[in-house]
């Protein structure tokens, strides 16, 4: 028995997420053996650089890639998840009626100065 299959598809997609990494990977310089990569992203609040081997570049835009994907479906599962609380939310107040705007009070301006 899969243990994923119990999961939501939308879970069931962002655990099959096999790579990630943060980050935008740009190109240093071109020289004539070829470019010189870096990787920068944001880290504990400091912008960080890593310098990337050519040959670990596909890896790495694999593992960008990867990230912005499970970025995607994690809003869209909170989406949904946000979605669904306040149905039940509202679903469990339909006991009582409520209308925010007259549970504030009135502000009326005094004619008398």
């Not at 028995?1 to 099959?16: D, E, K």
């Not at 998840?81 to 006991?95: E, F, H, L, N, P």
């Amino acid at each position: 028995m899969n243990h994923s299959n119990s999961l939501p598809p939308i879970l069931q997609q962002i655990a099959q997420i096999q790579s990630m990494e943060r980050g935008k990977l740009s190109v240093i310089k071109e020289s004539s053996s070829g470019p010189f990569y870096k990787l920068q992203a944001r880290e504990q609040g400091k912008n960080v650089t890593r310098y990337v081997p050519r040959e670990q570049v596909p890896a790495v835009q694999q593992a960008i890639a990867g990230y912005k994907q499970f970025q995607a479906l994690t809003e869209q599962y909170a989406d949904e998840v946000i979605t669904q609380t306040r149905v039940a939310i509202a679903a469990g107040s339909k006991k009582k009626p409520s209308r925010p705007s007259s549970s504030w009070p009135k502000n009326k301006k005094s004619t008398n100065s």
